[in-house]
């Protein structure tokens, strides 16, 4: 087989959607490296732009201030899974980006329709430049960002699951104020105008409730490569 042809069938780009806590990260991140392939998370790009905002002074209640600053942040997304990166104007923000502070704020930020066609853009960009193949993962990836991604999956899981999740993630962190707090971004994320959660038509569902995380990256590691055999 000649070498175009290899590369052809490896430069396969995958959307990984889904709620929160449902595995996307862990899962998109272990699928890119175990196929050699790029990965993106969107996620951390709408969390970068919420802490530029936060500290820089935006009044994140407010849409239209949101919308007039949106354009000043200059966020960049290193892609190799084993050490993916986000800086924003040069300064590393992988850290602060997980603040619980952030975390309450990202979805009234990436609701505000300039920020995501800021974002959209530069997450196209990155997915265009991946010419060896990409996996991007987030909530609008299949349906908007990336439409015509070679392969869509959309994550799903309980949300007594999900919140078992975050909760093992975050030491001391309440079960019952995790799911209530996993419900409530759902809602926000699903309902907003732009872009809302939503599952593509072409997508693939996997239910990770009962599932480890093993399991979940080996399912999703067949369907990349049943892709790749039919490309």
Same mark, same amino acid.
């Given at each position: 087989m000649s070498t175009t042809v290899e590369t052809a069938r490896s430069s396969v780009i995958v959307a990984i959607d889904g709620p929160s806590g449902t595995g996307k990260s862990s899962t998109s991140k272990a699928v890119a490296a175990a196929l050699g392939l790029s990965y993106l998370d969107t996620g951390a790009q709408y969390r970068a732009i919420t802490w530029w905002m936060l500290t820089n002074g935006i009044d994140v209640s407010k849409p239209e201030e949101i919308a007039t600053a949106a354009a000043k942040?200059?966020?960049?997304?290193?892609?190799?899974?084993?050490?993916? &990166?986000?800086?924003?104007? =040069?300064?590393?923000?992988?850290?602060?980006?997980? &603040?619980?502070?952030? &975390?309450?704020?990202?979805?009234?930020?990436?609701?505000?329709?300039?920020?995501?066609?800021?974002?959209?853009?530069?997450?196209?960009?990155?997915?265009?430049?991946?010419?060896? =193949?990409?996996?991007?993962? =987030?909530?609008?990836i299949g349906t908007t960002v990336l439409p015509d991604a070679d392969l869509k999956i959309f994550?799903?899981?309980?949300?007594?699951?999900?919140?078992?999740?975050?909760?093992?993630?975050?030491?001391?962190?309440?079960?019952t104020a995790t799911r209530e707090a996993l419900i409530k971004r759902d809602a926000a994320d699903s309902g907003r105008k732009t872009s809302p959660l939503a599952k593509a038509d072409d997508a693939v569902e996997v239910d990770t409730t009962e599932l480890t995380l093993q399991q979940v990256i080996e399912c999703v590691v067949t369907l990349v490569e049943g892709k790749r055999v039919a490309a």
């Amino acid at each position: 087989m000649s070498t175009t042809v290899e590369t052809a069938r490896s430069s396969v780009i995958v959307a990984i959607d889904g709620p929160s806590g449902t595995g996307k990260s862990s899962t998109s991140k272990a699928v890119a490296a175990a196929l050699g392939l790029s990965y993106l998370d969107t996620g951390a790009q709408y969390r970068a732009i919420t802490w530029w905002m936060l500290t820089n002074g935006i009044d994140v209640s407010k849409p239209e201030e949101i919308a007039t600053a949106a354009a000043k942040p200059v966020i960049a997304s290193g892609t190799d899974p084993a050490a993916p &990166t986000i800086t924003v104007d =040069g300064e590393d923000a992988s850290g602060p980006i997980r &603040t619980q502070e952030v &975390t309450s704020k990202v979805s009234a930020v990436s609701a505000v329709p300039e920020v995501r066609a800021l974002i959209t853009a530069l997450q196209r960009s990155i997915a265009a430049a991946a010419t060896g =193949g990409i996996v991007v993962e =987030g909530r609008d990836i299949g349906t908007t960002v990336l439409p015509d991604a070679d392969l869509k999956i959309f994550l799903t899981a309980s949300p007594e699951a999900r919140a078992a999740r975050r909760s093992g993630e975050v030491k001391g962190s309440d079960l019952t104020a995790t799911r209530e707090a996993l419900i409530k971004r759902d809602a926000a994320d699903s309902g907003r105008k732009t872009s809302p959660l939503a599952k593509a038509d072409d997508a693939v569902e996997v239910d990770t409730t009962e599932l480890t995380l093993q399991q979940v990256i080996e399912c999703v590691v067949t369907l990349v490569e049943g892709k790749r055999v039919a490309a």
